[in-house]
């Protein structure tokens, strides 16, 4: 092909670039591809203005990397700021305190959060399950599926809230 025809039907390659970048970013909500898509209307303008096909393409990179590195990392930050700090879901149980309900033979065992949840649980690898019994203090350390890792507390006072 000419450069001549490649530059004049520049402008439906960036238009449908910047459809898919919009496609991908609305599915994936981290600005990547928002920042791409406005790089490629840098391009389009670019083609618009009567640019060679070259010289749009050096500048929806460049005005893509500017924005991906100068504009992508405050907007995220801004739009965070204002974010819930609690933890939740499985995140919100790690570290969680509780006492053993169900000793532990054969590696299993039930445990009771202070959360007032009722876990299966394993301990975790590495640790004998010594001195897990009935009443003893427990500390989550990871969730697997539906059963809680957990290694022996050190402090007895916890596993006594628990149980409650």
């Known amino acids: 092909m000419e450069p001549d025809v490649i530059t004049s039907w520049a402008w439906v390659f960036w238009l449908g670039l910047i459809l ?4 991908v970013e609305v599915n994936t909500l981290e600005f990547t591809f928002l920042m791409l898509a ?38 995220l930050h801004a739009l965070r700021k204002g974010a819930d700090p609690a933890r939740s879901n499985v995140d919100a149980l790690l570290g969680l305190t509780g006492a053993v309900t169900v000793d532990f033979r054969g590696g299993a065992g039930q445990v009771k959060l202070v959360n007032g949840d009722i876990w299966t649980a394993r301990v975790a690898d590495g640790i004998a399950p010594v001195g897990l019994v009935e009443g ?29």
């Open 20 to 23: 898919l970048f919009i496609i």
């Open 136 to 164: 003893a203090p427990i500390v989550v350390t990871a969730i697997e599926g539906a059963t809680a890792v957990v290694v022996p507390a050190s402090d007895p006072t916890r596993a006594e809230e628990a149980a409650e």
């Open 38 to 75: 406005l790089g490629s209307v840098g391009g389009l303008v670019a083609g618009l203005v009567g640019a060679p096909w070259w010289l749009q393409l050096i500048v929806a990179a460049v005005l893509a990397l500017l924005l991906l590195f100068f504009v992508k990392p405050p907007l």
